[in-house]
T-cell receptor, first 112, second 116 residues
Framework: GNSVTQMEGPVTLSEEAFLTINCTYT??????LFWYVQYPGEGLQLLLK?????DKGSNKGFEATYRKETTSFHLEKGSVQVSDSAVYFC???????????FGGGTRLMVKP | GAVVSQHPSRVICKSGTSVKIECRSL??????MFWYRQFPKQSLMLMAT?????????EQGVEKDKFLINHASLTLSTLTVTSAHPEDSSFYIC????????????FGPGTRLLVL
């Protein structure tokens, strides 16, 4: 079956540091890949997505590239801000888009 | 675009009562809606998938008589927690998907339920 593995948090960084949150997946076929962000007390917001190999999703300075050869979709940002503090979820959906499989989530804490 | 709302955002109820949570897609028609449950500091657990006008499909281990789901229109789905108990206290999140963007789910802000 499908599964998503994320690096465990919390990840603590200083403002303006470089961020990488690793995500690898196991899936049949050609899934779509997503990063969602959850701010404290809120639901999930779609951050970015990629639907095929070598696609790069980007939004708000965050980027992730769909790497089929390494089955990875690592999230990166060149310079984090305190406002980026949140929990980040990597997810995949199957071809029909019927179901999202989530990773365990990674908490990011950015200190001023 | 693609905004999903939930109501209420927080609810506190007594054990044994029933609680209804609404999930609405505000600017699109949602052919499919999903209900998730999230425990503190954990990931989301899919409870059920509902398609407009048909019965919901529940994930293994989720009691359908306990968690009643109705998807009566293309913009509204409801989750009713019947005879709630303290162990039902959790954060409930819905998401919606429209046909044209079928691989993307848009999430509501969540409802925090506390059963005393």
């Amino acid at each position: 079956g499908n599964s998503v593995t994320q690096m465990e948090g919390p990840v603590t960084l200083s403002e303006e540091a470089f961020l990488t949150i690793n995500c690898t997946y196991t899936a049949t076929g050609y899934p779509s890949l997503f990063w969602y962000v959850q701010y404290p007390g809120e639901g999930l917001q779609l951050l970015l997505k990629a639907t095929k190999a070598d696609d790069k999703g980007s939004n708000k300075g965050f980027e992730a590239t769909y790497r089929k050869e390494t089955t990875s979709f690592h999230l990166e940002k060149g310079s984090v801000q305190v406002s980026d503090s949140a929990v980040y979820f990597c997810a995949l959906s199957n071809n029909a888009g019927n179901m999202l499989t989530f990773g365990g989530g990674t908490r990011l804490m950015v200190k001023p | 675009g693609a905004v999903v709302s939930q109501h209420p955002s927080r609810v506190i109820c007594k054990s044994g009562t029933s609680v209804k949570i609404e999930c609405r897609s505000l600017d699109f028609q949602a052919t499919t809606m999903f209900w998730y449950r999230q425990f503190p500091k954990q990931s989301l657990m899919l409870m059920a998938t509902s398609n407009e006008g048909s019965k919901a499909t529940y994930e293994q281990g989720v009691e359908k008589d306990k968690f009643l789901i109705n998807h009566a229109s293309l913009t509204l789905s409801t989750l009713t927690v019947t005879s709630a108990h303290p162990e039902d206290s959790s954060f409930y999140i819905c998401s919606a998907r429209f046909l044209a963007g079928r691989e993307t789910q848009y999430f509501g802000p969540g409802t925090r339920l506390l059963v005393l």
